[in-house]
């Protein structure tokens, strides 16, 4: 049997064990890596634990703890209660669609990762201010979700639009690649749509699936209450020095993450990093006690995050990815087919293959099997070009199609719930997407 066949069975066999959901995350995603590198011959072995020393994973363990910081010295609670008494948090579903525009808005110009990082203890300090009225695992995963999209707004937002460009500037005639907004043209009017749907029924979706009003709701939600913090008297230097130090970190990382991605700072810093050193400061100056701090780590989620990466590079170098991809074109006519036809094909393919591969190996896998094609057909594979650059980022329908989503993880989400959240959406989405293809760039 062929290494392709066998990666693809094996991710077959993962994306059930994580909607049967009886095995922990971390069981399921350590297993489909190994699996990965026992059986691929052409995977490095390094490759199943490469993702620990991933920034986003750093990045993750970092944030956790500068947040964890925040609730222990008393800022959180404050800032909560500042932020939730004002009017785009009067209703939980206002502020939800207040933290999708601003999330859309901020990753097109800045890391999807740095935005949510950012977001998700401001969403936690806003909810535990807010006396119940705002439930911080229902705003969570639209922030997670308007990143995702947002980041695909320009050239910039998210780094498989640089993969493909890559591919593209290989080309004689090319070599000026897409443009800083050509992905604008096709992603704007989805941004929107996801704004609107998360006010709509969108709401009203997660509402069904992530069931508020159960016992069970905030399992595994890390952000879902404020620590209870002994009362200390306003006075005292120590605890104000703490809270001003814990404060000026959240936002020294906030700047960096801004920062990070022009010169100079982008040679000394990137997600990871930034992470860490934020870990460091209130680890370092005691804002947060080191044994408390590493024992309310998020652990199944963060070795999943660390391992599932290795599932991912199975399908990419085994060609898994590749054979999927050729064979869904050659069904619809491949170079023979309409170029409306596999405008849509191309999108739809893109979208799905991303949700469970990297984004940057669907846009480098796809991108020279697309540009060959266009141009067999007399026609320029720019406009395909910018359809994969667009859609290998709506990773949004299952748990490991991008890094954002595994960042959420910690607010106590199943697998299960990026499908039925998730879904509807990307269907959605890829007709929002393509119709725009298809007005826009042809």
Known sequence: MSSSIIAIIIAAITIVLFMWNKLPMSVVAMGSSVAMGI??????????YAGFSAPGWAMVVGMCIVSAALFET??????GEKI????????????????????????????????????????????????GRIRSKMVIFPAGTAAIIGGACTLVGSTSQLAANAVLQGYDGYKEGLGMFDTTKIMLPA?????????????????????????????????????????????????????????FTM???????????????????????????????????????????????PWDVLITIGGIGGLGTGLDVSGGGALIANAVLNLFGGKNASVVVLTIVIAVLTSVLTNFMSNNATAAMLSPIC?????????SPLPWVIVIAACSNLAIATSYGTAVNMQILPAGYKFSDFVKIGGPLLIILIAVVTASSLAFLF
């Open 84 to 131: 939730g008494n004002s009017f785009l948090a009067k209703t939980e579903r206002r502020f939800i669609v207040t933290v999708s525009a601003v999330c859309c808005l901020m990753s097109a110009f800045m890391s999807n990762n740095g935005t949510v990082a950012i977001w998700m203890p401001l969403i936690a300090v806003v909810a535990a201010g807010s006396n």
């Open 371 to 379: 540009i060959a094609m266009a141009l067999s057909l007399g026609i």
């Open 191 to 247: 941004a929107i749509v996801q704004i609107i749907f998360w006010g709509t029924i969108g709401y009203t979706l997660l509402t069904k699936v992530l069931k508020p009003e159960s016992p069970d709701f905030n399992v595994g939600n890390m952000y879902a209450d404020a620590p209870v913090v002994e009362e200390k008297n306003e006075d005292d230097a120590v605890t104000k020095r703490k809270g001003n130090i814990a404060a």
């Open 251 to 297: 936002l020294l990382c906030i700047f960096l993450f801004v920062v990070s991605g022009f010169e100079p700072f982008k040679n000394h810093f990137n997600i990871g990093v930034i992470g860490m050193l934020g870990a460091a400061i209130v680890l370092g100056t005691k804002c947060l006690p080191v044994k408390k701090a590493y024992s309310e780590l």
């Open 74 to 79: 008393g800022v959180a609670q404050r800032i």
């Open 39 to 48: 059986l691929i011959p052409e995977m490095d072995l390094s490759a199943v």
